[in-house]
């Protein structure tokens, strides 16, 4: 199947992985962490969930899936463990982008073997 055969499957301007990752939290500001966001790809629905977690502060690792949405990546984030905690939590709806004001997440592993971080921006290289 081409290239174009596949995006024709998916909304425009987006893109998704399909393998899970897991990156660190880390604002690149004097922020401490950073809220989650809703889903933001076009056209998606809000949902009001019975229970969102708290807010991730630096040195959270997050799992989840890439998605790419417009030019900017996402994770669509299944579940975290907070900084400075041990036990993993589910995280329905919750999206975390890459970048904001610099690269937030940080040290991507797949499958147990580390990655170079993914960024963002469209003048990265992404493989």
């Known amino acids: 199947m081409g290239e174009q055969e596949a995006e024709e499957g998916r909304g425009e301007g987006e893109e998704e992985e399909e393998r ?20 933001p790809r076009p056209g998606a629905k809000i ?3 019975d229970y969102q977690p708290s807010w991730p502060r630096n040195g959270a690792i997050l799992k989840g899936r890439i998605h790419k949405v417009g030019r900017m990546r996402y994770l ?13 939590e589910r995280t329905p709806g919750c999206w975390m982008p890459f970048e904001q004001g610099g690269l937030v997440l940080h040290n ?19 493989s």
């Open 76 to 88: 669509e984030c299944l579940e975290y463990v907070q900084a400075n905690k041990k036990k993993w």
């Open 20 to 39: 899970l990752f897991v990156f660190t939290l880390i604002h690149p500001a004097t922020c401490s962490g950073m809220l989650w966001r809703d889903d």
């Open 47 to 49: 949902v009001n969930y």
């Open 108 to 126: 991507g592993i797949i499958e147990g073997v580390a990655v170079p971080p993914v960024c963002a921006s469209e003048t990265c290289a992404v």
